[in-house]
């Protein structure tokens, strides 16, 4: 099974000592994730040097974070490859999974409630965007948010299941020790009513064909949905 | 004069059929980077065990290092089979022991003993 994860190196060193423990544990693909802000083509390509050096498969993707920036995104969806946008209130929730253009959303709990309900899980999947779990949410928060985090992501989880969004659960390491293995990423799901077949597709099928159908869109050949130059 | 319980306690037990024994499942893990000490490892699994899941739910994981098959930066856990999935997310939380920051890889999980030898 080919196992992707998302992470969030900072610079290319890390990356490279990333992508080789990642190798290690079993990954076939990586996603690595630039600030929208940060991101430029010179960075871009010594990213895909890095790739190519170490023999993986990387896609290389940006992260948004406010209204403006999904409006830019809008605008020039043809130069990323994959566009995330980190939630965390209900709005930007919701503005981001009404757009098409957006691939993932992750971090939906706010500090009030979880943040998606089952108009958001609905618009999910009638627009195609991925559902995200950051495995490290959980770790960086303290006892008592923790306790809160887990009850919301279990509520979203449920709500996604039941109306057929396409949830994908990642590592979000910023250095090679916050890697997990594949198998701790599916054990999260499995233990919240996933069947082991269910948990895997989240770390592996999910995340590859909506990679996969970015760079069909973005090569010279596509023209629409279901329609690309063969000769 | 003894009482009852002093004679009991010289009783053997007879041990359990094997359909009314407890089913076991077998994890090997390995630690990348770094060496740590088994000792360590046990009481670091254990506390965050007790922390995540409570002491009333950890109990019946029934988690236990099978010592002589824990060489080098290999260990091997025995645990019940229904909780295999909670040791796995349990092992998610480990990320340095003494100081020491590790990456755990999990390479097989088994219901005996002869597999994960081989």
Not at chain 1, 20 to 47: S, Y
Not at chain 1, 190 to 213: P, Q, R, T, W, Y
Request: hydrophobic letters at 40%.
């Amino acid at each position: 099974m080919k196992f992707s994860d998302i992470i969030f190196a900072n610079d290319l060193d890390e990356l490279k000592e990333m992508l080789e423990v990642g190798k290690k544990l079993g990954f076939k693909r990586f996603c690595q994730i630039f600030d929208f802000k940060k991101f430029n083509e010179k960075i871009e390509e010594e990213v895909k040097e890095i790739g190519k050096e170490l023999e993986i498969d990387l896609c290389i993707g940006v992260e948004v974070k406010t209204f403006n920036q999904i409006e830019t995104i809008r605008r020039k969806r043809k130069n990323f490859e994959f566009v995330i946008v980190r939630g965390g209130n209900v709005s930007l929730n919701r503005k981001a999974l009404d757009t098409k253009e957006i691939d993932l959303i992750y971090n939906l709990p706010t500090k009030a409630n979880s943040g998606f309900n089952h108009i958001m899980a609905k618009i999910a999947r009638k627009n195609d965007v991925l559902i995200g779990i950051n495995f490290r949410n959980l770790l960086e928060k303290n006892e008592n948010e923790r306790i809160k985090f887990i009850k919301a992501l279990k509520l979203n989880l449920k709500l996604a299941k039941k109306y057929k969004a396409k949830i994908v659960v990642f590592s979000g390491a910023k250095n090679k020790f916050e890697l997990k293995d594949p198998k701790i990423l599916i054990s999260f799901l499995v233990m919240n009513g996933f069947d082991l077949k269910e948990a895997k597709k989240c770390i592996s099928k999910n995340l590859n064909e909506k990679i996969e159908e970015n760079r069909k869109r973005l090569s010279e050949k596509w023209i629409m949905p279901g329609v690309r130059v063969i000769k | 004069m003894d009482n009852a319980w002093s004679k009991s306690d010289k009783m053997k037990l007879k041990i359990l059929p094997s359909s009314l024994r407890e089913k076991k499942r077998y994890i090997k893990i390995e630690v990348l980077e770094e060496k740590i000490d088994l000792n360590e490892f046990e009481k670091k699994i254990k506390e965050i065990g007790r922390k995540i899941f409570g002491e009333f739910y950890f109990g019946d994981f029934s988690l236990k290092f099978v010592k002589n098959l824990c060489k080098n930066k290999f260990f091997v856990l025995r645990c019940s089979h229904l909780f295999v999935q909670h040791i796995l997310f349990l092992l998610g939380f480990i990320e340095e022991i003494n100081g020491k920051k590790i990456i755990i890889k999990v390479h097989k999980i088994s219901g005996t003993l002869k597999s994960i030898k081989s």
